[in-house]
């Protein structure tokens, strides 16, 4: 008897749904040309513009607080 063909796996469904699980959403305005410097200093970093941007956010918290800011 033949199995019966599973759905193709979608991938970006699959991520979508992990991060929407995993992840919280915050947007962020800046002036225009802000964003390119950011993304271009997060590559002279080694890291994507998220990690970039928490680690500042860490930092920073971490400065005002003098406690660990990560999660």
Known sequence: ???AKDPEFNQIK????FNKKNYDRIEV???KGRKAVIVEAAKAAG???SEYINQAINERMEKDTGKDAGC
């Open 1 to 3: 008897m033949a199995r």
């Open 14 to 17: 699959y991520q979508n749904e």
């Open 29 to 31: 305005n800046m002036p």
């Open 47 to 49: 890291q994507s513009t």
